[in-house]
């Protein structure tokens, strides 16, 4: 079975590399330099998204990340213009991403480059406050640069339970990223650690649960890498390659992709003309693994495509609207290649055999200091059954508020998302909403919902901390003690309706309830730039109609080097 989907592979290999290269060559380009994409969990995302709430950053937008580091100089440079506007803690933040992003752009970066420096001037170089890399270039003209970085962290947990269980993490790796005749981006992340201590807690971490090395092949290391190669223009950009992104509004999670998923392979396309953006990502996904001869892992073919348009109405609202299908099991189809084709009539006329999902959001943007905001995504819909519990109506509603103005340096947020049944599930095998086992959009699974609160309060640009709380329904499936389900409550992604074994009628939060509240504080500061030291500490209490209950607090703390 598996040798049956080699040819269309290299076929898919050859069509992708294709498309790259007649974007890269015939679409318009203007050298613009920072072509390089900045990284979903880079603070600059935090600093401007609270900027557009204040209204000093409006052209930003946190549902379609990451940005490449010329929009985030751009947006920077905006808010550089109405710096008397800014808090004492503000500017300090500003002044920082200036000299990270804006004097990078412009040749005039005052940085320590660790390879160039004499060894009797590295322990003061590494302590001060300038940019580090181990080397960098850049042409005379800003046009070709690169840059190579260390990436290093060490990183103690332990778990309070009925005992109390440790594990300590290390991680060493490196960062390369740069530009070619500032069109062409590239960038690549690749680091290897080790674990000491209690493998479950380690196991606990949804990122090395889904390490093949670690979790799979039981070996005491792990690995993690991310690359990528874009090509950008005045108006957009191209890009292929394997890296963490988001789309979706909201803060706890993001309803279509957030980073609950790992990254995986994917070429997109983005679009940003004055008031109005547009993305379009076609991905590579992990299915459910199967064994084959001779203990052979396989992977059965299966793609995500999806894409996004979002427009500022007249500086008072922003109107988004999205779509999202997953197939399987054969090769690439072109109708889900063409970044505006409407995926539902497609997979209608493909034989209705795919999952597709559209969705609507919107938030306010004339109010400065406050931002609402809410998502409504369509898994399905039966319009006549609108009210009546029908398991084939399945929808995820997200809203929340944002405030940037009644305490200095200081937001906060209020959030609730509800998770229909059956979402994300689908009645073919390997259609799931799902990349190697997750979940691509919201962490909590399905007949679920959720509150959550956070307070962010920036004392210093070098030091924040923020107070979280979730509080979290489940209604699980009922199950013999086989593990096999006796009643589908549509609470399982890969559980979908069983017409001869359920009920049509899926209430949502019904059967046997699961409640978890979440409080958890983090704590991030960098005395020195990219020395960056972190803590969280999280209590939680579960409580379960059929396990009981259950209370853990759970600490770490670390430190991450990365110049």
Do not use: C
């Not at 940085?111 to 940019?131: C, K, M, N, Y």
């Amino acid at each position: 079975m598996p040798d049956s989907f080699r040819l269309p592979v290299h076929r898919l290999a050859a069509a992708v590399t294709a498309i790259t290269a007649v974007l890269i060559i015939l679409l318009p380009t203007v050298a613009a330099a920072q072509a390089e994409h900045v990284e979903v969990s880079h603070p600059v995302y935090q600093f401007l998204s609270r900027m557009e709430v204040r209204g000093l950053a409006s052209a930003y937008s946190r549902s379609m990340l990451p940005l490449e580091r010329k929009e985030v100089t751009a947006l920077l440079r905006k808010v550089s213009e109405r710096r008397e506007e800014l808090s004492g803690a503000e500017r300090e933040l500003m002044d920082r991403f200036a000299d990270e992003f804006i004097a990078e752009s412009d040749g005039t970066q005052d940085a320590v480059l660790l390879f160039q420096t004499s060894p009797g001037d590295i322990p003061g170089a590494t302590f001060s406050d300038r940019e580090k890399f181990l080397y960098r270039w850049r042409s005379a003209d800003g046009e070709n640069t690169f840059a190579a970085e260390l990436l290093a962290s060490l990183d103690y947990r332990t778990l309070f339970d009925d005992g109390a269980s440790n594990v300590t993490l290390g991680e060493v790796g490196g960062r390369f990223r740069g530009t070619l005749g500032g069109i062409v981006g590239y960038g690549l992340r690749a680091t290897n650690g080790t674990v000491v201590g209690n493998r479950a807690l380690a196991l606990s971490d949804q990122h090395l649960r889904r390490n093949f090395n670690f979790a799979d092949l039981d070996k005491q290391f792990f690995d993690f890498s991310e690359a990528y190669v874009s090509a950008t223009w005045e108006w957009g950009s191209v890009s292929l390659g394997k890296e963490k992104r988001i789309m979706g509004s909201g803060l706890s999670n993001q309803l279509l992709l957030s980073t609950n998923a790992q990254p995986f392979d994917a070429l997109q396309l983005g679009v940003h003309v004055g008031a109005f953006r547009f993305f379009f990502l076609h991905g590579f996904l992990l299915s459910e693994k199967e064994m084959v001869e001779n203990g052979r892992p396989y992977y059965d073919s299966k793609y995500v495509a999806m894409h996004r348009a979002e427009a500022d109405i007249l500086d008072a609202v922003r109107f988004g609207v999205f779509e999202s299908v997953v197939y399987s099991q054969r090769e690439v189809d072109p109708a889900y290649l063409n970044p505006v084709n409407f995926y539902k009539s497609a997979e209608h006329a493909g034989g209705d055999r795919d999952n597709p999902m559209l969705g609507f959001d919107l938030a306010t943007l004339f109010i400065p200091g406050w931002q609402a905001y809410g998502s409504w995504l369509i898994d399905d819909v039966d319009f006549s059954r609108m009210g009546s519990g029908w398991w084939g109506n399945k929808f995820i509603w997200q809203g929340g508020l944002i405030n940037a103005s009644l305490l200095a340096n200081t937001d906060f947020a209020v959030e609730y998302t509800r998770i229909e049944p059956y979402v994300y599930s689908h009645r073919l095998a390997g259609n799931q909403y799902t990349h190697n086992g997750d979940a691509l959009g919201l962490e909590i699974p399905p007949n679920s919902d959720e509150w959550y609160g956070s307070v962010r309060h920036w004392i210093s640009a070098a030091l924040w901390l923020q107070l979280e709380y979730h509080h979290r329904r489940h209604g699980r499936n009922e199950v013999d003690a086989e593990g096999n389900i006796v009643v589908n409550h549509g609470a399982d992604i890969y559980a979908s309706l069983d017409y001869e074994r359920d009920s049509e009628i899926s209430p949502f939060l019904d059967g046997p309830l699961d409640t978890s509240d979440i409080l958890t504080l983090t704590l991030r500061w960098e005395p020195w730039r990219n020395i960056i030291f972190a803590g969280r500490l999280r209590y939680r209490d579960l409580r379960s109609v059929l396990d009981g209950g259950r209370r853990d607090g759970y600490f770490s703390s670390g430190v991450m080097v990365e110049f």
